[in-house]
């Protein structure tokens, strides 16, 4: 109980310093958004933040995110899958999560499209690209821009 009430209060209290900066910064509030990242935590404990009002949420395990995203199907709920994404695990991904992130190269992309074809689904996804010159970095090479946007519908 003590620990249901802790959740609410940091969403509640995160919402508030968001709002806050938004004020400070002229940017509208509702074009912040928030992902609470729910990986490695119990669904009781993400019942606890929908409860509390969070709709987006971050997964980074593949096959966490398929076992999360069935038992929690009866949500209107938006999944984002977070981090680097093996080609392997797309299946895993692909068609469920709203918002794949962190795509970096046009072989994560051919899979994702598809098994997104596969499934009858249109895939969001966002595309990262390294904007320093640090080897440790993942994302693209930024020259690879066009070769990685030239694959992909720009319609949101
Ligand atoms: C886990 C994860 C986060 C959040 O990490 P915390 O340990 O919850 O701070 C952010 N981004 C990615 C890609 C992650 O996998």
């Known amino acids: 109980m003590i620990r249901k009430k802790l959740i609410r209060k940091n969403l509640l209290h995160l919402k508030e310093l968001i709002a806050a900066k938004c004020l400070s910064t002229g940017r509208e509030a509702d074009s912040v958004t928030l992902i609470a990242v729910s990986k490695l935590f119990e669904i009781d404990r993400i019942r606890e933040a929908i409860s509390a009002g969070q709709v987006h949420f971050g997964e980074n395990y593949a096959q966490e995110f398929r076992d999360k995203y069935a038992i929690l199907s009866d ?42 074809e596969k499934k009858g689904k249109i895939q969001k996804v966002f595309l990262e690209f390294k904007s320093s010159f640090e080897t440790s970095k993942s994302g693209a090479e930024v020259e690879d821009v066009f070769n990685l946007a030239g694959g992909i519908n720009r319609d949101e």
């Open 75 to 116: 949500q209107d709920l938006k999944w984002h899958y977070i981090g680097t994404l093996q080609t392997n695990k797309v299946k895993y991904v692909t068609g469920s999560a709203d918002y794949i992130h962190s795509v970096d190269s046009v072989k994560i992309l051919a899979e994702i499209q598809k098994q997104a």
